[in-house]
């Protein structure tokens, strides 16, 4: 999982925002219909008590850098209309689009500026907000993006999964053994 920042009242950092990206496996077909499913665990820690709308993500056909950054310029293609305020439990956001262009790269974040982002105050620092995202999964098939879950039973264990990559044997060791274990490599096999 990694985590951004959505959110930022300090001072001269107004609109403000770190944008998680990478490059997708393959280029998206224009005219084909994707389905994406992520998760969102809202920070909800220390001077990260501002919970945020317009969480989502972006596709882009070049890519983003500290000097070529993704503009916030209130537009994604896809965002979360409602504030994720939950610190303890992840929660899935899904969706689908057509693809307009040749897309090569995907972002996540928000990508609207402090007038068009709305905040709920969860605490005494209020300085900005955090999210942390996993289990990004993008497909032309609805029933695979869609079921991507968070497995629970490895809440607060040590898993422990190598090698990784693999070239064929792969070693899970984890305390309580779950009765089922699916893998799928990067393409959803």
């Known amino acids: 999982f990694a985590g951004f920042l959505t959110y930022d009242i300090t001072p001269f950092a107004s ?7 990478a ?27 501002f919970a945020t709308n317009k969480i989502g993500l972006r596709f882009s056909t070049v ?14 293609h896809y965002y979360c209309p409602i504030k994720i305020t939950d610190s303890l ?6 969706g689908s689009f057509i693809a307009d262009s040749v ?29 942390y995202i996993d289990n990004i999964c993008l497909s032309t098939d609805s029933d695979f993006a869609y079921n991507v879950s968070i497995n629970e039973f490895d809440k607060g264990k040590n898993i ?6 693999t070239n064929g044997v792969l070693n899970i060791k984890c305390p309580d053994i779950p009765n089922e274990i699916e893998l799928f490599d990067l393409v959803g096999k």
């Open 23 to 49: 490059k997708l496996i393959s280029s998206l077909n224009i005219g084909t219909k994707y389905y994406f499913s992520f998760f969102v665990n809202f920070g909800g820690e220390q001077a990260f008590e």
């Open 89 to 94: 439990n992840w929660t899935k956001l899904k």
């Open 160 to 165: 422990l999964i190598y090698p990784n990559p």
């Open 103 to 131: 897309y090569d790269y995907i972002a996540f974040g928000n990508f609207f500026n402090d007038s068009n982002t709305d905040t709920l105050s969860t605490g005494p620092y209020n300085q900005n907000s955090y999210y």
């Open 63 to 76: 890519s983003a850098s500290t000097v070529n950054p993704f503009p916030i310029n209130n537009f994604a």
């Open 15 to 21: 609109s403000y925002r770190e944008i998680i990206g």
